[in-house]
Each structure stands twice: as structure tokens, then as C-alpha cells.
């Protein structure tokens, strides 16, 4: 689990997503899954490119595929599915709007500081 997780944020950097955390949902009944990594891009184009970042790197290191991607007909919020882990890449506004991370607030973060 954690070498996935380490797998999805740096491919996350290496693409310049920002605001990059981990949420550990391990301790919540009915969470859909027991991670989610989550990030923002400034445009539909950077959301893209960073899931396609991710899935080819996850791929790479663990021969493993996403279960089911969402959004990538407009890439501005793509859930990546990984089952243990679950992945939300959000256009800046999106992610301010919806505020994912405050709907787990009692969840332990992880936050992920990328250097230029």
C-alpha cells in the first residue's frame, strides 16, 4: 500500500500537481476504500497529463492498472480507482469547490511538499 501511494505522488510531482495529500480512511466504516491521494492542477490539460502520469507509472512499478477511471472526458476532477487507493486530480476551482478533504476531516493527512 504504501509503495503504491509513493508510486501515485511522484508521478503526481514529476507532472507539477500541487497541494498533493494522502487521506487514511482505514479507520472509518463504509469508506469505499482505505487511501485517497489527492491534488489540483490549473487546467483540464495538467489534470490530464497528471492521471496519465499516474496510471503509466503505477503501471510501470507494479504492473497494475487503475479498476476505473473517471473524467477524462473534460479532466477537470479524475477519480482513479485503484481499489485500496483512490485517486482525485481537480482543476484548482473544483477543488476549492468541493473541499474533499474537509468531508474527511477526522481523517489522518499526509501532506506532500514537491521542490522545484
Excluded at 10 to 32: C, H, N, P, R, Y
Excluded at 68 to 88: F, L, T
Amino acid at each position: 500500500m504504501e509503495k503504491l501511494i509513493e508510486t501515485i505522488v511522484g508521478a503526481i510531482e514529476d507532472k507539477k500537481g500541487k497541494g498533493i495529500v494522502s487521506l487514511d480512511l482505514t479507520g472509518f466504516d463504509g469508506a469505499i476504500c482505505s487511501h485517497f491521494v489527492v491534488c489540483n492542477a490549473d487546467s483540464p490539460a495538467q489534470v490530464a497529463a497528471i492521471a496519465s502520469g499516474v496510471e503509466e507509472r503505477v503501471f510501470e512499478k507494479t504492473g497494475e492498472w487503475a479498476y476505473r477511471i473517471e473524467g477524462q472526458q473534460n479532466s477537470v476532477w479524475i477519480a482513479m480507482d485503484y481499489v485500496d487507493v483512490v485517486v482525485h486530480i481537480f482543476q484548482t476551482e473544483l477543488r476549492d469547490f468541493y473541499k474533499l478533504e474537509e468531508l474527511w476531516a477526522d481523517a489522518p493527512m499526509t501532506k506532500y511538499e514537491y521542490e522545484e
